[in-house]
């Protein structure tokens, strides 16, 4: 690449829910409960689409929001947690997400304590249910990590040398 732009992928882009109402209207939508998460997704009307479309963005990104409420811990523990969600998100939903969706990842007490290869488990199969299928096909093929090879995380994948977590 001489003198140029580096190749732009084909993948989703991801906005963030910023707002109260937003949430609250995922909240209406559809639910899927894991161990590590919930996943709260609402469709949005085409109006909102037309609006984004009007600000220069994608007619309808996928967008995602995350809150961990206090019940889980102080706002160290939360702030922790969120991150994770974060992470988890970023990993999961350019493959996997649709656009046109609002989702809200929730952090859950297990949120801290789950593998994180468990973690993204938990987000695929909320999606896959959310999105009322079996197993989940990407959204966007060319997507980093989406190729041969890169197929769904498992534990073994994820879990490092150091990390014995088993009980004596």
Known sequence: MIGGKP???D?????????????LQ????KRAAMPGLVLQMRVRSPVNA???ASQGHDPDPCRVGFTVTKKVG??????????????????????????????????R????????????????????????????????????????GSGPVTAESETHPDDDRRKS
């Open 109 to 148: 007490a297990g949120t801290l304590t789950r593998p994180f290869a468990l973690l993204l488990g938990d987000l695929e199969r909320a999606l896959a249910k959310v999105h009322g299928r079996t197993h989940l096909s990407p959204a966007a093929i060319s997507a980093p990590g989406s190729g041969p």
């Open 50 to 52: 037309r609006t984004s």
């Open 7 to 9: 190749p732009i992928l």
């Open 74 to 107: 102080n706002a160290v523990v939360r702030n922790r947690a969120k991150r994770r969600l974060r992470a988890a998100a970023e990993a999961i939903l350019p493959r996997y997400g649709l656009p046109g969706r609002d989702y809200v990842v929730i952090g």
């Open 26 to 29: 995922a909240a209406r939508g």
């Open 11 to 23: 993948i989703i882009m991801i906005d963030r829910l910023t707002k109260r109402a937003e949430f």
